[in-house]
């Protein structure tokens, strides 16, 4: 009974071991570092527009699908993302 425990719990350590895998580095003191990658994301411009306040704008997408505008802040200068809200006619979806 004692090995079956030890079995289910060697089991489950080593789920949880690969789920949080990750991968090391040796800096140049020789120490041992683990190293973070960002996902990269890659924004397509697409050949729509959209005009607000009459300034054209270019339709980006994301790399989740999602539509959005690059605009800027009149009162601060900012720049940021505007998503857009994609509405289709009925007839187009299927």
């Known amino acids: 009974m004692k090995r079956f425990i030890l079995l289910i719990a060697l089991i489950l350590c080593s789920f949880t071991l690969t789920a949080q895998s990750n991968t090391y580095k040796v800096n140049e ?5 683990a190293v973070t990658t960002k996902k990269k994301t890659t924004n397509v411009k697409t050949k729509y527009t ?4 009459g300034v ?3 339709v980006w997408r994301s790399s989740n699908n999602k539509y959005f505008i690059v605009r800027k802040s009149k009162k601060t200068g900012a720049v940021y993302k505007q998503y857009l809200k994609i509405v289709f006619p009925k007839d187009s979806v299927k």
């Open 29 to 33: 003191k020789g120490e041992l570092v």
């Open 50 to 53: 959209v005009t607000k306040s």
């Open 56 to 58: 054209k704008y270019p």
